[in-house]
């Protein structure tokens, strides 16, 4: 598979990952990793990281690894919990395949900040469509 | 209570949701309403609203019903299904308390389209500090 | 649709809600409500009702009114939030249809006690199959 | 921490487990590992292993991890997605601790067969009291 020519193409198409300083580093084989440099735009009312901020970061590493196997692949559900708040710094989501059949594929997301330290985790499922990411 | 107070703190105060046109219509007892309105900033590689903006805008609603009584909520837990792909128009957000108790309260989240149609549904858990809002 | 038919046969096939003492009580499209009097044996060792048989007795509900259009359906995903312990009386779960199309559907079950109380709320997803649950 | 001393307490005390077959195998600092060897009693109309049935037996391994530093731990939250149906043999969930404070504390739990198909992943947390398991 051609791992980068998906990763290039998510990271190049995605406008809401990409208006949100959301950045794709790697995809692999049902795993993807994303980070997002913490900035004002990403504060909540209470001053720390957005859930929608967090959430945006982890989704994006689903998405992308659910995709890398370059078959279409929509989010059906994800739960989210939040464990710590992130106020400064950069935060990292890691998403790994725990299992995949021809119409439903499930991950895992972990959410960490800098130290390592759990910031949030993340369940997610797709479905997977019959059209494919590259031509 | 003072909602309207709250809710002017709220929308003044959270730069993520501004940062994405993400509106506060209304705040009422652990009752919220949010919008927005689709442009192309909010899409993803498949070119459908992306899982994050939808999250962000519930998780919006979410976050200004659950701080309605004016005490500091922060969340715990969401979890969010998606029924149908959104692309253009305005998406709103309504969310509604199900339940609260000292330290714990529950919120429901319904998204839909202009037309009324279901594109996710959304259920999430906040932790209630000692903390105000307002001042 | 022979809601009643769908009713007796996934009444008298259930053999994990019959064991545990869970009743359908009600089948109608995309709806059921399902009960459990609570005994001793669906106690924790907290000494408060089991979420295992909290989960149960919304899941059986879910399942019938997933199942209502005659369609088998399978479920692959539930979040369930707990609000209030419960330790005796009876229980009730209610599903509700929010969104279906021919692969995956939504629902939303609440659980409640005699007095109306919630003890928990539950968001379900189905993936359909085309195999049929009447003959 | 006396881990056997939770585990018998646990074990002898959970009523519903019992009822359904479910045995503590494990206890140790935020882990816990239960099985189930699946008979008739344990399945759906739908003739596999029901969601209640598996979802028990997670929870079962979330409550004894939760609980296993001898402060009262109660299941506020859990999201479970259904990745292979099961219909004989023995099911094992292991529950690992994510994060941990003073309030809250998360973990994950994974659900397999004998042969190591993951049946199911859960996503829990808990609420920490301040009474303790052991007097």
Redesign the interface.
Known sequence: MEYNKIKD??S??????K??GIKLLEVAEGYAKTSMEIN????????VV????I???A??AF?AAS?SHNA?A????????????AKSGTLYATARE??R?K??A?Y?VDITDEAGI?VA?F?G?V?IKKSS?LK
């Open positions: 193409f998510i190049n198409n995605d406008q809401f990952a208006a949100n004002d735009k990403h504060l909540n009312a209470a001053n957005h859930g929608g901020a959430f945006t970061l989704d994006f998405a995709n279409l929509l989010a059906i559900n994800v739960s989210i919990s939040f464990l710590n708040a725990v299992g059949n119409k439903l499930s895992r759990v985790i369940q499922m479905y990411i």
